[in-house]
């Protein structure tokens, strides 16, 4: 007998199956690190952005943190339905790899923002490219 790639394991599952879930997981948990680290280095970075003499500055801090939060959970909505859209044209695998692309380069881009709003567009196109990830992880595993 031979062992291919699609022979089950004891678990019922192909090797290609579980090679899908481990690939989505570690996307999943990459996004999942991100989203509680920035956080963390938001607000300083808000900080810095804004003018040392602006009156009410942690008010202000907050507000932009909540707008940006707002654009993130918005971008990953539209992300999930416009790569969805277009796994189903070009193919999954491939929308994937343009929304790892997205999600990543537009991430790194955060660093050079000057600006709250900047910080603010770049994370809702990093967020687009993460929904992306997101809709397109499930339904790759599913169809494993």
């Known amino acids: 007998m ?7 394991e004891a678990g019922g599952a192909t090797r290609a199956q579980w090679l899908v ?11 999942g690190v991100e989203m509680g680290i920035f956080p ?10 804004l003018p040392v003499s602006t009156p009410g500055q942690d008010a202000l801090v907050g507000l932009w943190m909540g707008r940006i939060t707002a654009l993130f959970l918005v971008g990953a909505a539209f992300g999930g339905l416009g790569f969805g859209w277009l796994g189903d ?21 955060c ?13 809702f196109i990093a967020a ?10 499930v339904a790759l595993v599913m169809e494993a």
Request: charged content about 15%; proline content about 3%; aromatic content about 14%.
């Open 128 to 137: 687009f490219g993460m929904g992306g990830e997101w809709s397109l992880g």
């Open 89 to 109: 044209r070009v193919g999954r695998v491939r929308a994937m790899v343009l929304s790892i692309l997205t999600y990543s380069i537009f991430t790194g881009l």
């Open 2 to 8: 031979t062992t291919t790639a699609s022979t089950r």
């Open 40 to 49: 963390l280095v938001a607000r300083p970075a808000l900080q810095s952005m």
């Open 111 to 123: 660093f050079f923002a000057r600006a709250p709003w900047e910080l603010g567009a770049l994370r």
């Open 21 to 31: 879930l481990a690939a989505a997981f570690l996307g999943w948990m990459f996004d």
